[in-house]
């Protein structure tokens, strides 16, 4: 018996593998999900024929380019998901165009305390107050050491950096600074992370003084990087929160463009609770359904605010194929998946690229 066509694979996760899932606690469910997307990875041409039945299971894709970088399609999938970088080598063959492996901090830390993580199915959400859990840098830098370098991946590798929970706000930039420096040249981008809720005082450097000596800092060990070794240059993004005002995010534009940042990633998580969430009194970061329209409002404001000229990866509520094409709509130039992983299943991603492409067609 042959494998299922790419519809069917979507209806037989939701109607048999995700109840089951469902069953299991769902920070135990996503360390089963992390263990066997890094075994299929650990087999190289079994994830090349993987990839080569879901590319023949769909229409052509459309490559893009941003900031530099070459995606075969603009799906990616988020940061969260594959914090220490074991799973990320078998996402193209799920269909993913990038990964931003991550958040990793200069520290290793063990995160907040279990439960630390919650479906509410009803409204395909999730909330998560994970805290940062990683491995810290130098082992993530030495996982990546043995794995496929920039040039010589199947997609882009993205690295989400944040702050040590131990490391105070004033010592923020250098704690950074010691995450780039181990990371940058694994990476095809770097994504400073000052957006997540579930790490004290973080969204404080979305605040100008704060964002303005981060951004500094990093920009000058950037250009120190590729002047002194001679090797390139690594594209710099920044998250930020869904919670921003508009005059905020002016700020943050206006920092953004000093620097030479290269890219904005909206967005994270949010503390909000849009309509009613009956049960939901735990606290942590919001994402899923309920984050997509004020997702979708921030990506607009900022491609109107720089005239289309700053790459914006859209996040947030891609729970559908009409989610993601209202982000690129809005002004996106790439996506990126997650809590819709959760509810769609593996191949989702898949799914969305195969729905953009033949959106682009149509639309010549």
């Known amino acids: 018996m042959g494998m299922l066509p790419m519809p069917a694979m979507g209806f037989y996760y939701e109607r048999w593998v995700r109840p089951v899932l469902f069953r299991l606690d769902p920070e135990k469910a996503h360390e089963r999900a992390i263990d ?133 706000l004033e010592e923020a930039a250098g704690d950074y600074l010691a995450s780039f420096g181990r990371l940058a040249d694994f990476a095809d981008y770097v994504a400073l992370n000052v957006s997540s809720p579930n790490t004290p005082g973080l969204r404080e450097l979305q605040e100008v003084p704060r964002l303005r000596e981060l951004l500094g800092a990093i920009a000058g060990a950037n250009r120190s990087r590729a002047s002194g070794t001679g090797r390139a240059r690594v594209p710099v993004l920044l998250k930020i929160a869904p919670d921003l005002r508009f005059r905020e995010i002016d700020a943050v534009l206006g920092a953004v463009a000093e620097f030479g940042i290269d890219g904005i990633i909206a967005t994270n998580t949010t503390l909000a609770r849009p309509g009613s969430f009956p049960g939901a009194a735990e606290a942590g970061g919001l994402s899923g359904a309920p984050l997509r329209g004020r997702s979708t409002e921030i990506i607009r404001y900022i491609a109107r605010s720089t005239g289309g000229r700053l790459p914006i990866i859209g996040v947030g509520g891609i729970c559908d194929l009409e989610s993601a094409g209202e982000k690129l709509d809005a002004g996106a130039t790439l996506v990126q998946l997650y809590t819709g992983l959760i509810y769609r299943g593996p191949f989702f991603a898949r799914d969305v690229a195969r729905a953009i492409a033949d959106r682009q067609r149509v639309r010549g």
């Open 36 to 168: 066997s997307l890094a075994l299929l990875g650990a087999f190289p041409p079994l994830c090349r024929a993987l990839e080569s039945w879901v590319s023949r299971n769909g229409a052509a894709l459309r490559p893009v380019s941003a900031f530099g970088v070459n995606f075969p399609n603009p799906v990616g999938l988020a940061a969260g998901f594959d914090k220490n970088a074991r799973a990320w080598p078998a996402a193209a063959a799920l269909g993913f165009g990038h990964v931003e492996v991550g958040t990793v901090t200069a520290r290793e830390q063990p995160g907040n305390p279990r439960p630390r993580v919650f479906r509410y199915p009803s409204r395909e959400a999730v909330i998560n107050r994970l805290g940062f859990n990683n491995a810290g840098a130098t082992a993530v830098a030495s996982r990546l050491a043995r794995q496929a370098r920039p040039g010589r991946r199947r997609i882009p590798l993205g690295i989400n950096i944040g702050k040590s929970r131990a490391v105070d």
